[in-house]
């Protein structure tokens, strides 16, 4: 009886640090491999797409790697800071200026076991009428400088002469 709790607590501990924490509703787009690795899975890289949760009309695509082998396949693989990001507008966009912060989390996953996240971060521009969309990874102590930007202009264009 002791056996099978340690091994539920195992589990459940295991299942809560993996790398699905996501504070956006995403979805999988898909991904490509990388590198074959003899046990587990391989390495990949992911795609997926996520809604910006305050700012309706606007999805944003990330792409990062995703480490394969027996230490991804039970989440205890670091994963690699890179990351991509690119957001567009796909429907007409709506947000209540009262709800949408200066700056704002929009994006949260787990990249290794504990200490590191890769995030999303919605500035917004009023000035210019923009969204703009950066991606990062921390670290408990430190993080990385590799990042990756995009931005969705929602004001009204004026035309050109």
């Known amino acids: 009886m002791t056996k099978i709790r340690l091994t539920l607590n195992a589990l459940a501990i ?12 995403d979805a999988h787009i898909g991904s490509v491999r990388t590198e074959f690795r003899m046990l587990g899975p391989n390495n990949t890289i992911e795609v997926e797409r996520f809604d910006d949760p305050d700012v309706q009309g606007i999805a944003c695509y990330l792409s ?3 480490i ?22 796909v429907g007409e966009i709506t947000f ?9 989390v929009v994006f949260s996953q787990r990249r290794s076991a504990l200490f590191k996240n890769m995030r999303v971060v919605r500035m917004h521009d009023a000035e210019a009428q923009t969204f703009v969309y950066l991606t ?11 990042n990756a930007i995009s931005a969705v202009h929602y004001g ?6």
Do not use: H, M, N
């Open 14 to 25: 295991a299942v809560s640090l993996s790398p699905l924490a996501v504070l956006a509703q």
């Open 136 to 146: 990062y990874s921390t670290r408990l102590v430190d993080g990385s400088p590799k």
């Open 96 to 104: 209540d200026p009262d709800e949408v912060d200066e700056q704002e």
């Open 64 to 66: 990062y790697s995703k």
């Open 68 to 89: 394969g082998g027996i230490s991804g396949a039970v989440g205890l693989a670091e994963e690699a800071s890179e990351a991509s990001v690119a957001c567009r507008q």
């Open 156 to 161: 009204a264009l004026t035309p050109t002469e």
